[in-house]
């Protein structure tokens, strides 16, 4: 593939390589997009239809999940020409730890390429025993970077709920913050962080430059006795602290951009998707 949309493949290298690693200039308005996993239903159904659905309530960027690593060539074609029309943007792809392998690596970065995403995710790491298997992660997505840099591409690294409990003493998700490199994402879901009783704000602080991305999940608690607490909560209505999450991340963090997710709620999937648009616009106002 020699262009890229209008960008030729050597010019969108050099605008990566001159590009700072800090996020979003400061004051600049922070794009707002969605993990397709909170629309998965409806993906299943018809890929593009909801894509254009997505893109007609105002988002402006998008994240594919597992199941784009196994589209056709043809069809990520298809795909992306029906995101430049309707002018929304992917950013950032989540995949399974075995695309990071050498085997897996090459087709993601060709269908990152070819949808206009920059940043490849470990979405999970799979079992991982001890912090001696942690930072092999860390080893994997350190030699990812090898092979995704000279492509204009990063790699980055999505965390749980584990990867914020005590390991031997420390947590794994500072383990792997500690085994990359400095350009590798640390792509914060910020709903399990608050699950298992960590501070999202001071995660942030902690990592300057690094949360390029966060994932905009609330949680709260109850899901015991309350089907419609726990991740079922819509943004905006669990008990994550986002007036101080966004300040940090925007000042601090580097976020580039924000991604809302949903696991679920009472609302059917799209229904679910503009609602919680609609409280981000609320909040950002």
């Known amino acids: 593939m020699t262009s890229?949309?209008?960008?030729?493949?050597?010019?969108?290298?050099?605008?990566?390589?001159?590009?700072?690693?800090?996020?979003?200039?400061?004051?600049?308005?922070?794009?707002?997009?969605?993990?397709?996993?909170?629309?998965?239903?409806?993906?299943?159904?018809d890929t593009l239809a909801t894509v254009r659905a997505i893109a007609r309530m105002g988002y402006e960027v998008v994240e594919f999940y597992g199941p784009y690593y196994s589209w056709t060539p043809e069809f990520v074609k298809e795909v992306r020409s029906m995101m430049d029309d309707t002018g929304i943007r992917c950013n950032s792809t989540h995949n399974d730890a075995k695309n990071f392998r050498p085997e897996g690596l090459r087709k993601a970065i060709d269908y990152n390429w070819a949808l206009g995403a920059t940043y490849v995710v470990m979405a999970s790491s799979g079992d991982v025993a001890g912090l001696d298997g942690w930072k092999r992660v860390?080893?994997?997505?350190?030699?990812?970077?090898?092979?995704?840099?000279?492509?204009?591409?990063?790699?980055?690294?999505h965390n749980?709920?584990?990867?914020?409990?005590?390991?031997?003493?420390?947590?794994?998700i500072e383990v792997i913050a500690a085994n990359?490199?400095?350009?590798?994402?640390?792509?914060?879901?910020?709903?399990?962080?608050?699950?298992?009783?960590?501070?999202?704000?001071?995660w942030i602080n902690a990592n300057p430059g690094r949360i390029n991305c966060c994932h905009l999940k609330d949680w709260a608690p109850g899901a015991e006795t309350d089907k419609e607490k726990g991740y079922r909560v819509l943004f905006g209505e669990g008990v994550a602290p986002w007036q101080k999450i966004f300040a940090a991340a925007e000042q601090t963090g580097g976020v580039e951009f924000y991604l809302i997710?949903?696991?679920?709620?009472?609302y059917p999937g799209l229904e679910t998707a503009e609602r919680c648009l609609a409280t981000y616009k609320k909040m950002r106002a």
Do not use: W
Request: hydrophobic share 40%.
């Open 4 to 45: 890229h949309g209008s960008i030729s493949r050597r010019g969108f290298l050099a605008a990566a390589a001159a590009a700072p690693l800090l996020g979003a200039p400061a004051g600049k308005k922070i794009p707002i997009g969605i993990e397709l996993y909170s629309v998965r239903d409806e993906m299943t159904k």
């Open 138 to 157: 860390g080893e994997t997505l350190t030699q990812a970077m090898e092979k995704l840099r000279p492509a204009g591409l990063r790699a980055g690294y």
């Open 160 to 172: 749980h709920q584990a990867e914020f409990l005590l390991v031997e003493g420390k947590r794994p």
């Open 180 to 202: 990359t490199p400095k350009d590798v994402m640390l792509q914060f879901d910020v709903g399990t962080c608050v699950e298992v009783g960590n501070d999202p704000v001071a």
């Open 261 to 266: 997710e949903q696991e679920g709620s009472r």
